[in-house]
Nanobody, 124 residues
Framework: QVQLVESGGGLVQAGASLRLSCAASGRTISSYVMGWFRQAPGKEREFVAAINWGGSSTNYASSVKGRFTISRDNAKNTVYLQMNSLKPEDTAAYVC?????????????????WGQGTQVTVSG
């Protein structure tokens, strides 16, 4: 089992930056694809970004490409999401997930473990 705990969310103004962290425990995540998803009130969960085990391959939703950067530190068993130039439409609960898949996958049903999420609110 892998336990995931997110942190770093908060209330910021449009244009600001935040860095989310996802700390894993129970098992090393070095062999897992790691992803970030988000869910706004009344909306479905959507893919944000994912990274392969070594960090050499990433994938981003078109809505965040160029503004968000996913990274990982396997020695610290932690994944990060650097979010720059935040917009009000980025407001959501951000959730970290781990996948046993060998590809950088983007669908939520391809992920095996989930965190509880951290809230990001961007005021306009």
């Amino acid at each position: 089992q892998v336990q995931l705990v997110e942190s770093g969310g908060g209330l910021v103004q449009a244009g600001a930056s935040l860095r989310l962290s996802c700390a894993a425990s129970g098992r090393t995540i070095s062999s897992y694809v790691m992803g970030w998803f988000r869910q706004a009130p009344g909306k479905e969960r959507e893919f944000v970004a994912a990274i392969n085990w070594g960090g050499s391959s990433t994938n981003y939703a078109s809505s965040v490409k160029g503004r968000f950067t996913i990274s990982r530190d396997n020695a610290k068993n932690t994944v990060y999401l650097q979010m720059n130039s935040l917009k009000p439409e980025d407001t959501a609960a951000y959730v970290c997930a781990a996948s046993k898949n060998w590809r950088v996958v983007t669908r939520s049903n391809e992920y095996d473990y989930w965190g509880q999420g951290t809230q990001v609110t961007v005021s306009g």
